[in-house]
């Protein structure tokens, strides 16, 4: 009986869809396991084979739970919304529901030909109306939400407006627009549209004008880490900024709490540390400025800044090219210089305005600043590097302590004060030295926080100042201008924003012809004119949500999928709770890591869910990379020249299917057949063969290095394949795929089968009983498989299962009490021969549901030992012998011995040193 792995795999594949194996019930006396991947996003190009590394990873570790008696929820669903959908309909003519429907049929063909445990009676998808009705539903939630800073959680609106129906907003500082306040009376007098403008400035979800990266060839806006240079990174169409109505999420009124709850959490500390970069919290003061221009006196000017004892180092400003005042303080003479420089920073993303770059560009105003402290006028410039939305979008510039500002100072001439004597030396600027500080009576000898702080209280006495803290992070943008997304449970009238009654949910997404952008940049739905105009009068919100919507509480919804309840029974929630572990990629750190834990966070503090952080562990698996091939042509020419030849031409090196190259050598007339252009190519070869060039690059079908799962697993199998991606390393480490390696585990696998079955014979095991030395591989076996999978190290499981075999083989071992449980360990790293293996040795049930092997350390203490046995101090043998042996008994085993025997030559030995536990020496 051979080990036919396409036939067995298939089998069990369809028997376990066919009993709903993987089928998870919210009601069980186990305890409970949550394991999680990051939903795919299903694009028409399917999986390659870098995808299913975490997919893979998680699965192990999912079946690994249950054998150890857990009640593991293991779902699976799809991003199914988003622009890429959209701009692929438009490429290829089809309707992106037509286009998402087959992408997410073949991704599932993929997924179950690999054997994954996934529960898909609980898959979700987000594009579905009965999913992201619920996403609307949150949507609601969070716009009739504010966060009470006292209280420090989510509270509704309307206990806002009765806070300010009795003492105004005294107490309550308006996240969106600081300067706001007014007392119960002036509540009172605003009218209905005066205090709906004023709630949305402190609406969790809420609307503003703001600056996006406008891209009219997609027809939408796209987010900073969409833009490359000024296009698009899809498409590389150009991207310019542009004012526009868009909704956001008020997630800096929770960026203390997403700070905390960072030490509640196993992530890895470079994952925390990124969340903290990002988030940015700093302390510092903000600092207003008397500003001097042309047209007379202006409103003042507010600076946050961290180190406010530097400000006797001030030499100019910088406002961000959209600072509010930048048209107030801008000079007749300077007007054409600010309008040009204002224009190409439209073209210009946020990522490579903050990009340390070797060009410094920027504009001055023609207006001042006074220096509060000593009265200087401090000359206010414009440049990229300044963000509007970070601090204020002003700082003052000290080029003596600051590279940065030392080398804007220098490019645009601007007069350096050296007030620092020797710490500036002309050349750079000098941050270690606080030599600043003895510039000031009230600053003389002081250390670097206390000045700070000094100078804190001696703004606020002046009441030009204040402590502040600030935040990196911004709001975040939540509407996009297309077409394939969540559309807004939200109506307009008189220009004021109104949320749909829950009763009418889902607002479903309406079929369109077209994908072209509305009216002044607006999203496609804008030109439904049946659809644009709601029911009962107002208008809709033409854009639609962003791709991160839906994946910002999917892991919710898995819980209780069927519900048309709610989103989630509370039951549900409590039981499953935190996801016990999550695996993804690095590429999702910060975005929607963060927006899911605010969107977590929210629902706790409304009292939807028990629980505020959604993630108790966190895994990043690596990247799988390609091992690219080249060939190199010889330029202007359709000649190929080999590899170690190259640099006898002037060539350009080629991209090469990996498909033609066997190794590093190329299939010469494969290569001629795959391309019209090459069919007349002529090669020079090296020692009669083309070798061609290689490198590891990421895995992508431009670089032609992509490899099909499904082709692995027809030549190889799922179990090969899962245990190959698994033994390539440590999950978390990015690896190059290697084709010829697999026959390595495959090999495995096989001498696995033939532990059990013998081709001619059939089953082999038998019921005698295990020796020691079998016992002792074997729990050796289990100790190793429980704590390496249990700490993520597959790789080297897989190394262990491989010495546990050739050890059993080495001691012929053909036991069950020793096979079975073997069987049972590798199930969770190759489920379908292990099945197969479990039914032929006569067992009951699946091997999925059978309780993970017991480690019993009694096996492994050794009660022998092989010692190394010397004749005259020369070592010639080694001889197992109890170590409970005596003297005597060790003499009487030694001279038994052939080869002891051979060296003695008949006579008896003068003397037999023995030193227990070490060695043996015969003196003859």
């Avoid at 005042?325 to 946020?350: A, G, N």
């Avoid at 002081?446 to 702080?453: F, G, K, P, S, T």
């Avoid at 390393?729 to 390595?744: A, F, L, M, N, Y």
Wanted: charged share 25%.
């Amino acid at each position: 009986m051979e080990y036919n792995f396409r036939e067995i795999e298939k089998r069990w594949q369809q028997q376990w869809r066919d009993s709903g194996a993987y089928r998870v019930s919210n009601e069980s006396d186990k305890p409970k396991f949550y394991v999680l991947d990051m939903f795919p996003y299903p694009s028409g190009a399917g999986l390659h084979v870098g995808h299913p590394l975490g997919y893979i990873a998680s699965d192990i570790y999912a079946r690994f739970k249950r054998l150890k008696g857990y009640n593991v929820l293991h779902p699976m669903g799809f991003d199914s919304f988003g622009l890429p959908a959209e701009q692929y309909a438009l490429e290829t003519g089809q309707h992106p529901a037509v286009t998402t429907e087959k992408n997410i049929a073949r991704y599932k063909e993929q997924l179950d030909n690999i054997g994954f445990c996934y529960d898909w009676s609980r898959e979700v998808r987000t594009s579905d109306p009965k999913y992201y009705k619920w996403t609307q539903w949150i949507f609601l939630q969070l716009f009739d939400s504010w966060y009470n800073r006292k209280s420090q959680k989510a509270e509704r609106i309307n206990v806002l407006e009765g806070i300010f129906e009795k003492e105004g907003n005294v107490t309550n500082e308006c996240p969106g627009d600081r300067k706001l306040q007014f007392i119960a009376e002036e509540w009172s007098g605003f009218d209905n549209q005066r205090q709906q403008e004023i709630l949305m400035d402190y609406r969790l979800a809420f609307s503003a004008f703001g600056e996006v990266n406008w891209c009219e060839a997609l027809g939408t806006v796209l987010a900073n880490d969409e833009v490359v240079n000024g296009v698009s990174e899809r498409g590389g169409h150009p991207v310019v900024k542009k004012k526009m109505r868009q909704w956001y999420l008020r997630i800096t009124e929770y960026a203390d709490r997403l700070l905390q709850g960072l030490e509640q959490v196993d992530f890895s500390d470079s994952m925390k540390e990124m969340q903290r970069n990002w988030i940015g919290k700093s302390q510092g003061a903000e600092v207003r400025f008397k500003v001097k221009s042309e047209k007379g006196e202006v409103e003042q000017m507010v600076v946050y800044t961290t180190r406010p004892d530097t400000m006797f180092g001030v030499d100019f400003m910088v406002v961000a090219p959209e600072h509010e005042m930048v048209s107030d303080i801008t000079s007749f003479q300077q007007k054409d210089e600010i309008s040009k420089y204002l224009e190409y920073v439209k073209s210009r993303s946020e990522r490579e305005r903050l990009a340390e770059v070797k060009s410094i560009t920027g504009a001055f105003t023609g207006a001042y600043a006074i220096n509060p402290f000593d009265g200087r006028e401090i000359p206010i410039w414009i440049s990229e590097y300044v963000l509007a939305g970070y601090g204020t979008g002003a700082i003052m510039a000290v080029p003596c302590g600051d590279q940065r500002d030392f080398a804007f100072a220098k490019h645009f001439n601007i007069p350096i004060t050296n007030i620092i004597g020797e710490a500036f030396n002309g050349e750079e600027a000098n941050p270690t030295k606080d030599a600043i500080l003895q510039n000031s009576d009230f600053l003389d000898g002081m250390v670097m926080r206390d000045a700070i702080n000094v100078v804190i209280d001696k703004l606020e006495e002046m009441g030009i100042g204040k402590r502040q803290v600030n935040y990196r992070m911004r709001d975040a943008g939540f509407s996009r201008q297309r077409y394939w997304g969540e559309p807004f449970p939200i109506v307009y009238k008189g220009g004021v924003a109104f949320a749909l009654d829950e009763g009418h949910l889902p607002v479903e997404l309406p079929y369109v012809d077209t994908y072209s952008a509305g009216p002044e940049g607006e999203g496609p739905l804008a030109n439904l004119a049946d659809w644009i105009i709601a029911p009962g009068g107002g208008t809709r919100e033409a854009n639609t949500m962003p791709g991160y919507a839906g994946s910002s509480w999917y892991f919710l919804r898995y819980m209780d999928p069927q519900n048309e309840q709610a989103f989630a029974d509370r039951k549900a929630t409590d039981y499953w709770n935190q996801v016990d572990l999550y695996i993804g990629g690095t590429e999702h750190a910060v975005g929607h890591l963060l927006y899911s834990r605010l969107w977590t966070k929210v629902l706790f503090d409304l009292g939807y869910i028990g629980h505020e952080e959604p993630y108790k562990k966190l895994v990043n698996q690596g990247m799988i990379q390609g091992s690219s091939r080249f060939v190199y042509r010889i330029k202007s020419s359709n000649q190929f020249v080999s590899a170690g030849l190259i640099d006898q031409y002037e060539t350009d090196k080629v991209h090469v299917h990996v498909g033609l190259v066997d190794g590093l050598e190329l299939d010469i007339e494969s290569f001629k057949n795959s391309r019209p252009e090459y069919e007349k190519a002529e090669f020079i070869l090296e020692d009669g063969k083309y070798v061609c060039g290689a490198e590891v690059e990421k895995m992508s079908k431009s670089k032609y290095n992509v490899v099909n799962p499904d082709e692995i697993v027809e030549r190889y199998g799922a179990d090969t394949f899962r245990m190959y991606e698994m033994f390539l390393g440590p999950v978390e480490q990015s690896k190059p795929w290697d084709t010829k390696g697999i026959e390595g585990v495959h090999r495995f696998l096989r001498k696995f089968w033939r532990l059990f079955v013998d081709e001619t014979k059939g089953l082999i095991v038998t019921n005698d009983a295990a020796t020691p030395a079998e016992l002792k591989v074997l729990h050796r076996t289990i100790k190793k498989i429980e704590e390496d999978t249990e700490r993520f190290s597959f790789n080297t499981a897989v190394s262990a299962f491989m010495v546990c075999v050739n050890e059993l083989n080495d001691l012929k071992s053909r036991k069950k009490e020793v096979l079975q449980p073997l069987l049972i360990l590798l199930t969770s790293y190759a489920p379908h021969v292990s099945e197969e293996l479990w039914k032929l040795l006569g067992n009951e049930g699946s091997v999925l549901d059978a309780a993970f092997p017991k480690f019993e350390e009694k096996y492994l203490v050794e009660s022998s030992k092989e010692y190394p046995v010397s004749i005259n101090g020369k070592h010639r043998t080694n001889i197992n012998i109890s170590l409970d042996a005596a003297q005597p008994e060790v003499e009487q085993i030694v001279v038994a011995n052939e080869i002891v025997q051979k060296w003695l030559e008949g006579k008896a030995p003068k003397k037999i040193i023995f030193v227990k536990g070490r060695m043996i020496n015969v003196v003859i």
